[in-house]
């Protein structure tokens, strides 16, 4: 299961992101939809650490394990996410 907590990023002093909470269960298939420049790919770097897409506050869980601190090779090797083609894949 993913879990985002109250995610909060900002970039350049743009708050990007703010109280986001969501939870992705096992099997389920979700889709972001926005238009250009609401976050969604922010999200999806977040959420596989890519560098410089750490969370100012909240929490990213994945199978209760805490990611924030955990760099884009670290949550590579747990097998849990992937991404391509501005798609998220976690199992």
């Known amino acids: 299961m993913l879990e985002l907590s109250d995610i909060r990023f900002t970039a350049s ?3 990007i992101l ?7 269960k096992a099997g ?7 238009t250009n420049g609401t976050g969604k790919s922010t999200l999806a770097n977040i959420i ?4 410089g897409y750490y ?3 909240g929490g990213i869980y994945f199978d209760a394990i805490l ?7 670290e949550r ?10 501005q798609v998220t894949n976690c199992r």
Request: aromatic share 2%; hydrophobic share 30%.
């Open 13 to 15: 002093g743009r708050t």
């Open 18 to 24: 703010t109280g986001l909470t969501l939870t992705i």
């Open 28 to 34: 389920e298939i979700h889709a972001l939809l926005g």
């Open 48 to 51: 596989m650490g890519c560098k």
């Open 55 to 57: 969370p100012e506050s």
């Open 67 to 73: 990611l924030n601190s955990m760099k884009m090779y």
């Open 76 to 85: 590579a090797r747990l097998g849990k996410c992937s991404r391509s083609n």
